[in-house]
């Protein structure tokens, strides 16, 4: 894309594209440019600017750039001189130059930076400059080398940032989602607002991350450093005992009288269902095959990692409060399939961190062979 006036992109996805000398996905070429909600990856320049090269006004908020990579400058971003780079919210993981700055590179230009991570890729300094290059560090930024931050508040160089691989974690673009241990989960209080040079960061549920969901997460709660909203801490699972419903009916409860986080089953014997397709948005498959329920409680609102492993190809699915077999979307909240084909070996079957929150009643079902936990 090339910008020669005024722009503004949003939930878009560059990708894959390339540039004989400067912005593989965008050049911003003495203009201004917005760009919200959106992943610029394994994008290339022969020059500079791998993923956009800013010779104008960039605002770019709440954005991954990942994989992208450059000859000379800036494998992620390069800002020219006497330009301006406003980075808010923003993640940046594996972007590369084989000369200066595989993150961002900011040459004579002048760059704000507030609430961003930055994971070093194969080459080049997360951030680098030249020597009239300005750097305004304006809060909460954190990147695992020792470049990127400038003594702002929350900010942290050397920090651990694991990241999953870019995937489609909600929302129009994929991204890489936060993954313990993590310095940029929590990292911002709750109830912070600060101006990154006019463009607002916040942690007070008035902002949303990439994928549309809110910071934070839990209101109350710390926000994240980058594009993606993960939950502070983890919390223990209560699980009650699980119950085998009829064809068409929902079923009864009983407690365990201690605390489980593990649990075994099996759907040989059980009834029939047609299960949705994976995904957090519910569309029905055509495939008709036996289901098991586990139905559980948490004592405590936090982040759950839901992990299945079972003997034959199967999928997992995730509802709140109830659950019916003959209408499969009513409290749907995600669905994951193991990916293979194959019966023969076991499988890890695992759903993205999810926002569970005590009070509630909550479902997990699979279906074909046996599950362990």
Same mark, same amino acid.
């Given at each position: ?35 919200? @909600? ?253 289901? @098991? ?23 997992? @699915? ?56």
């Amino acid at each position: 894309m090339y910008n020669n006036g005024r722009a503004t992109v949003a939930e878009s996805t560059f990708s894959g594209n390339a540039a004989t000398f400067s912005g593989g996905g965008i050049m911003n070429n003495q203009a201004v440019l917005t760009v919200t @909600h959106s992943t610029f990856s394994a994008n290339t320049a022969g020059n500079s600017g791998g993923g956009l090269d800013n010779n104008g006004t960039a605002t770019v908020s709440a954005n991954t750039f990942s994989g992208n990579s450059a000859t000379v400058f800036g494998g992620g971003i390069r800002n020219s001189a006497f330009k301006t780079l406003i980075a808010t919210y923003n993640t940046f993981s594996g972007n590369s130059a084989a000369n200066s700055g595989g993150g961002i590179y900011n040459f004579s230009g002048t760059l704000h930076l507030a609430g961003n991570i930055f994971a070093a890729g194969a080459q080049g300094d997360n951030c680098q400059a030249n020597a009239s290059g300005i750097l305004n560090d304006n809060g909460y930024n954190l990147s695992d080398d020792a470049t990127c931050t400038n003594s702002g508040t929350g900010s942290a160089a050397n920090a651990t940032l694991n990241l999953r691989p870019l995937a489609d974690n909600g929302g129009s673009t994929q991204t890489h989602l936060p993954d313990y241990p993590n310095d940029a989960i929590g990292a911002i209080p709750n109830g912070v607002t600060l101006s990154n040079s006019g463009v607002t960061l916040a942690c007070n549920s008035s902002a949303t991350d990439q994928t549309g969901k809110t910071r934070p997460v839990i209101a109350g709660t710390a926000c994240t450093s980058g594009a993606v909203e993960a939950i502070p801490n983890y919390a223990n699972l209560t699980i009650i005992k699980d119950a085998t419903p009829a064809i068409g009916t929902d079923f009864d409860f009983t407690v365990n009288s201690a605390p489980l986080e593990d649990y075994s089953g099996t759907t040989s014997g059980r009834p029939f269902w047609t299960r949705p397709n994976e995904g957090p948005t519910c569309t029905l498959s055509t495939v008709s095959t036996r289901y @098991h329920v586990q139905a559980f409680v948490v004592d405590t609102s936090g982040g759950y990692d839901l992990f299945s492993e079972q003997n034959y190809n199967g999928y997992i @699915h995730l509802y709140q409060d109830s659950f019916s077999p003959i209408d499969q979307c009513n409290n749907y909240l995600d669905g994951d399939d193991d990916g293979f084909t194959t019966n023969t070996s076991q499988i890890s079957n695992h759903f993205r961190r999810q926002s569970l929150l005590s009070g509630h009643q909550w479902r997990r079902l699979w279906d074909i062979g046996q599950l362990h936990q």
